[in-house]
T-cell receptor, first 114, second 115 residues
Framework: GESVGLHLPTLSVQEGDNSIINCAYS??????FIWYKQESGKGPQFIID?????DKRQGQRVTVLLNKTVKHLSLQIAATQPGDSAVYFC?????????????FGKGTLLTVNP | NAGVTQTPKFQVLKTGQSMTLQCAQD?????MSWYRQDPGMGLRLIHY???????DQGEVPNGYNVSRSTTEDFPLRLLSAAPSQTSVYFC??????????????FGPGTRLTVT
């Protein structure tokens, strides 16, 4: 079936460096993607989303890039801070009209070293 | 707004016991969902509701029941707890907006252990 997955399960960076978290998807018809951040012991928190008619979207210190040719998206975090340490998930609505259902990737654990 | 609240935060059950996980939201969101999160499995959808009186099954519904008598509340019932239901459970809600955005608001989670 269709799935959303991640290339790297863990990522360790130094404080101040930029972080890049990757996500691959298999459904070429997917038209919307979301990134969530989950801190230890908390529920996921929305970070940023992107539609398939866009290649790039920027937020505060975060940028999401979408490459539809290779079905890949990435989340870039600029000047990574200790507070960015968390698990990051990409997600997409389940196709078939049920856009209230999301399929989540397994997540990447980002650790920021001081 | 309190957002999405869940109770209890922690629960230990014996195999065969039943219980209800509570979820409430004060944002007047039409859509509510229950997910379970297991190590290495990501979040998996158990049940969801698109409005009061309407519920449907998600990816892993077996062993769970839900009801949606009001917009605010969406309880999840474990009928006869099994060790395989040991997990962290998250409730989420979002507005019904045609074409998105599909941002869901998640509760803090309930950590359930079944022995």
């Amino acid at each position: 079936g269709e799935s959303v997955g991640l290339h790297l399960p863990t990522l360790s960076v130094q404080e101040g460096d930029n972080s890049i978290i990757n996500c691959a998807y298999s459904n070429s018809a997917s038209d919307y993607f979301i990134w969530y951040k989950q801190e230890s012991g908390k529920g996921p928190q929305f970070i940023i989303d992107i539609r398939s008619n866009m290649d790039k979207r920027q937020g505060q210190r975060v940028t999401v890039l979408l490459n539809k040719t290779v079905k890949h998206l990435s989340l870039q975090i600029a000047a990574t801070q200790p507070g960015d340490s968390a698990v990051y998930f990409c997600a997409e609505p389940v196709s078939g009209g049920s856009n209230y259902k999301l399929t989540f990737g397994k997540g990447t654990l980002l650790t920021v070293n001081p | 707004n309190a957002g999405v609240t869940q109770t209890p935060k922690f629960q230990v059950l014996k195999t065969g016991q039943s219980m209800t996980l509570q979820c409430a939201q004060d944002m007047n969101h039409e859509y509510m969902s229950w997910y379970r999160q297991d190590p290495g499995m990501g979040l998996r959808l158990i049940h969801y509701s698109v409005g009061a009186g309407i519920t449907d099954q998600g990816e892993v519904p077996n062993g769970y029941n839900v009801s949606r008598s009001t917009t605010e509340d969406f309880p999840l019932r474990l009928l006869s707890a099994a060790p395989s239901q040991t997990s962290v459970y998250f409730c989420a809600s979002r507005r019904r907006i045609a074409g998105g955005p599909y941002e869901q608001y998640f509760g803090p989670g309930t950590r359930l252990t079944v022995t």
